[in-house]
């Protein structure tokens, strides 16, 4: 059975929205966001990690087991060991990634904070992430906080979403574009 992007969103939410209400009970926002990143490295990391969380060939058991081991082992404790835990019993696995980002948007609402997911073709250095987060804090009139992640196939520039706009400057975007005017004069 294929699951729909608004049902895993709606799974996310629900899920990132109650741990997200631990967090604030327990005092732990930053804990957990913390343990969450750590939780999203090694998934980025890892293909067998991303295979055990996506393929309903594993068991629940299976799951739940491997997933208990990698966070004993990556010392993941707390709220956000036992989240995990209940995820993967409740094999929801395949939804942790809209999870962490669902927790996120939440956190930095909570803090007055709008999140903005940047996709570059380099890793930024730190003078170019404080000045895109100054860029984009005048547009949004917020703080903002980066969520970064790197592309090589970018080839140069960046994509950039707040919310539902999207800002994509990316050499990959602009030649494909030049690609189809070429196809439409010819």
Known sequence: MAKSGSSISGVADRYAGS??????????????????????????????????????????DEQFRSIAAIADKAKIGGLVGNFLRVVAQNRRLFAIPGMIRAFREIAARHRGEINAEVTSAHALTPAQETELKATLKSVAGKDVTLSLTVDPTLLGGMVVKIGSRQIDTSLRTKLNSLKLALKEVG
């Open 19 to 60: 741990l997200f209400d631990l967090a604030v009970e327990s005092k732990s926002i930053a804990a957990v966001e913390n343990d969450l990143a750590r939780f999203e490295a090694l998934l980025a990391g890892s293909d067998d990690l991303k295979r055990l969380i996506s393929s309903p060939v594993f068991s629940a």
